[in-house]
């Protein structure tokens, strides 16, 4: 494993935390099924993975993680409520395009909701923004815009608002640092590069 | 993000080679869901590579409708045309004969060596004809399994198909759980839309009233061949896409002689169509196409109850493939299929291929569809 990847990864552990033995997961922009694959070995879950990129679906299938190929507001559009027990999205609201809506889908199939996201407000992006008129590219992100997936980044901040707006319960929340490994809890919007939270609707 | 993965290097690929088919005979008879039956029950099969001694490495390939048991390699050192299936079947290939033990059977009620509507009755002597039992495509798998019993293999490593073999192969899923160690269909559905269906009776209707045809008591030298190459023509166009055709014949015109008939061939695809039909006819019986089609139109793993309530029998794990230009048996009819089984917490997988090829993508190579058997079968 590349240090990439293993910085790619460091989310895997906090995420499995609050994934119960053998829950039913659903995991929405899957990717190449590592992090199911990851929480089938250490939790014995039921996973199925969602990505629209058949070149992912592949990797899916070699790793024998049942994956949909599809849109993702279509995909959850067919499971009655509380069909799953938690749905991820792991680096995947990013690049939704109506979030608001999704999110509230999520929130309806899956009893529980994990959000992993790239914080925006992370000091590092804003002093790219600030002293160079630049997004941040580095080992993570090394495509440049013109070569990446649509993006609608967002910070620590800016989540909160929305989950106190929907009046969406946040469970739990862990913060890391700029490394992606080390937690930290101190001013999280200034000095958290990754954000994950656990979230469920009130009812 | 640069996270591909290195694909895996498939060896180098072989032929079958030469290949003879078998036939399977039961003396008992068999019942039709329908509750019909026959006194006795021929399936001629091939099979390619060597079943283990542990009898676990059994894949059952299932044909479409137009399709046969021969399904890779050749017959003889004249036959020019290869398997149905050549590209998909053979050692190193995805479907590797060197691991599995390959068996494709023409389907119960076809006309390429099983018995259907052609076959002569042995109680009265005369073929079958319109006396031939309603023919479902559960009675098919059913006769396949027979044939499987046979082989002494009690589970199958995995059942394959794609358009009717697809619909056998969920309905194996179904019928036959303990027996399917996983399964793949492709260019299948759940049941036909309207539109499959009413392509079909438009196909039935031209054999039917073919004057030839008599009630289905033609003499197999004189059939209705005008009707079933007429049914085969615009099947065949089903099985295309607008842009497949388009950019394979366009308004590409043959030599017209002009001073012959208005409507003799002129364009291209017409010639193509034609020939279709032509040749169709001389391996094909009208009265196996009439049924064959009516099995597919009755299929519907949506009733009796409902979708979900017909796949809960699953257990394999599964994968289903739509093609983007598939529109005989659309995206979104595969796709709901995996849509049911998730929703019942089954191991289910839904790929699509973006290919031009229309329902026939499936019988077209492709390095994804390669790569997408090949994976699901050794993961």
């Known amino acids: 494993m590349s240090p990439t990847d293993k910085k790619r990864q460091a989310d895997f552990q906090i995420i499995a935390r609050w994934v119960n033995e053998g829950d039913r997961v659903l995991d929405l922009g899957c990717g190449r099924g590592v992090l199911l694959e990851y929480l089938k070995q250490k939790k014995s879950i039921y996973g199925v993975g969602v990505d629209i990129d058949l070149d992912k679906i592949l990797s899916c299938v070699k790793r024998g993680v049942p994956a949909y190929q599809g849109d993702i507001p279509a995909i959850l559009a067919t499971f009655p409520d509380d069909a799953f027990d938690r749905v ?115 009812d | 993000m640069n996270d591909s993965e290195q694909a895996p290097l498939i060896s180098e690929e072989g032929e079958v080679g030469f290949v003879e088919y078998q036939d399977f005979v039961s003396k008992e008879p068999f019942k039709f869901v329908s509750g019909g039956s026959l006194p006795e029950l021929t399936l001629r099969y091939e099979t390619y590579g060597h079943l283990s001694a542990a009898k676990d490495n059994a894949i059952l390939i299932c044909h479409a409708l137009s399709g046969d048991h021969h399904c890779a390699g050749v017959h003889g050192i004249e036959e020019r045309k290869q398997g149905w299936w050549n590209f998909m079947v053979g050692p190193g290939k995805p479907i590797d004969t060197t691991r599995y033990f390959v068996i494709c059977s023409n389907v119960l009620g076809g006309c390429q060596g099983s018995t259907g509507p052609g076959s002569t009755n042995p109680e009265t002597g005369k073929p079958y004809n319109l006396d031939f039992p309603k023919l479902t495509v559960q009675d098919m798998i059913k006769a396949q399994s027979l044939l499987v019993d046979s082989l002494d293999i009690e589970r199958l490593h995995a059942v394959i198909g794609g358009s009717m073999g697809g619909m056998q192969t969920l309905q194996w899923a179904i019928d036959f759980p303990e027996r399917v160690g996983r399964y793949l269909a492709l260019a299948s559905g759940a049941r036909h839309t309207a539109q499959a269906i009413a392509f079909n009776d438009t196909g039935r209707q031209a054999i039917i009233s073919d004057p030839a045809w008599q009630q289905g008591h033609y003499d197999p030298e004189h059939g209705p061949d005008q009707g079933l190459a007429v049914a085969r023509m615009m099947a065949h166009i089903t099985y295309l896409s607008d842009v497949g055709m388009q950019s394979k014949f366009g308004r590409k015109r043959r030599n017209v002689d002009e001073s012959k008939e208005h409507f003799e061939v002129e364009f291209e695809v017409e010639s193509y169509l034609r020939y279709q039909g032509a040749s169709f006819v001389t391996r094909f019986d009208a009265n196996s196409y009439l049924y064959l089609t009516k099995a597919l139109d009755r299929f519907d793993l949506h009733s009796p109850e409902s979708l979900d309530a017909t796949l809960s029998a699953v257990t394999a794990p599964g994968l289903v493939v739509g093609f983007t230009s598939d529109w005989l048996y659309p995206p979104q009819g595969n796709r709901e299929i995996v849509e049911a089984l998730l929703r019942l917490g089954k191991d289910a997988t839904y790929a699509e291929l973006a290919m031009d090829f229309g329902h026939d993508s499936f019988l077209v190579r492709s390095p994804q569809l390669y790569e997408l058997i090949h994976r699901f079968l050794t993961r």
């Open chain 1, 88 to 202: 991820i999205f792991s680096r995947t609201v990013e690049q939704l395009d109506d979030a608001d809506a999704i999110l509230a889908e999520g929130l309806r199939v899956g009893r529980h909701v994990t959000v992993g996201f790239i914080n925006q407000g992370f000091w590092v992006n804003r002093m790219n923004a600030l002293f160079n008129g630049r997004r941040t590219v580095n080992e993570v992100y090394p495509k440049p815009w013109y070569e990446s997936m649509p993006n609608n980044p967002f910070s620590v901040a800016e989540f909160e608002d929305f989950c106190d707006a929907r009046k969406i319960v946040v469970e739990n929340r862990v913060y890391l640092s700029g490394d992606w490994r080390s937690e930290c809890s101190r001013l999280p919007n200034l000095l958290a590069g990754y954000a994950i939270y656990d979230l469920s609707s009130i």
